[in-house]
């Protein structure tokens, strides 16, 4: 008999798409979403095994819900995901009180399973390559952007990565699935859309690339923004740079993880590109597409990563100038070639002395990324109101800038999904403030 459940999402965006997959998939079977744990017969931890630290804190969240188990011995508990695909029969010892462990594959199967139409408790991590859950529906979050994942997995078997290991090998939905995702989202209300994969940009439907993707999508009536999430810099095509630059309705902004800016670490990595491909990647886009933002991805203390490793992303970072960044020390994560084939050597204070001085030169060129914005007109995504000050709207750039918006005089409070010309006044290394026109 179906009850209520508490939904709780942790990692990246795949997994903020996931878990509207799963929220779908119950409500279709009678479940109805709650907030709090006390008010949930069942409680789904969608987990992310990617870093070491967020993988034990999510283990250590798991481990507190047992007091709320033993006053509520009905309650079920699903641990489902990257980390329990990885974990495997490991996670029956040390989480005696969850009943279910499912890998990103096997989401389809959960109705089925609290329907009793199961062993009590059950594993399923196995991968399935012909799994993409095309003919499945999302439960999707309010707002103003829908997350719409083109494709499943990754082929590229970066030595530090286990998503490879936890999602399987590569495969997209047919352009026609996508379109119907896409035209359903428009007729729903949301104005902006992000396309989703491990590696978006390898996606491939026949002739279909992602390039053609790209341009299907901006041709549905409706979506005034395109996003995708994540480019691998090794698939970035120049057909693709110039599609962007065609289409006004792909955002100028593009996420291109970096990881490290020295030659030796790249290729230890197995990124499949060198520093000067990405550097000449960074030229092409900034060249084709003026005001391009770009954010990345980088890792502090990868094995063998010497000071003069660590200077080559240092000057990396100055000649890129990102505007935001995602910044980890290196953690080794089981099963994969880092952990099996290389020494975890550089020390631990040497990685966070090394991370915190990649954030204290980020922080500098984000400031003066968003510094240059002051004076300029941009165009504002309204997502709802701001938490402060009062009376204030809250809102994304085209560029993916947050932006805090002051009515302008005789303005009305827009609804969310309006787009509105604002002038930016004031920054700070992460938010731009300015006045609606």
Known sequence: MAGTYLLEVYGCQ????DGELIRGLLEADGWRRVERAEEADLIIVNTCGVRERAAERVIGHLRGYRPLRHRHPGLRIAMVGCLARYGGEDFFRRLPDVDFFLGPDAYRDLPRLLRGEGAPRRTDTRLRPEETYADLRPGRSRGVNAWLTVMRGCNRMCSYCMVPLARGRERGLPLEAVLEQAR????AGYRSVTLLGQTVTSYRDGENDFAGLVEAVAGVEGIERIRFLSPHPADFTPRLLETM??????????????QSGSDRVLAAMRRGYTRGGYLDLVARARALL??????????????GETEEDFADTLALMRAVEFDQA????YSPRPGTLAAR???DDVPPEAKQRRLETMIALQEEHARGRYAA??????????????REPAGHWFGRSDDFKDVVCAPGPGRRTPAPGALLAVRIEAATSHTLRGTCL
């Open 184 to 187: 359903e989202i428009a007729a």
């Open 290 to 303: 003026p005001g391009l933002a770009i954010t990345t991805d980088l890792i502090a203390g990868f094995p």
């Open 245 to 258: 630059a065609r289409l006004p309705r792909v955002c100028r902004h593009l996420h291109l993880p970096v």
């Open 14 to 17: 795949m997994n903020e798409a």
């Open 373 to 386: 914005c002051v004076g300029r007109r941009v165009q504002v995504l309204i997502e709802g109101p701001a």
């Open 341 to 343: 084939a290389m020494a």
């Open 326 to 329: 995602f910044m980890f020390a």
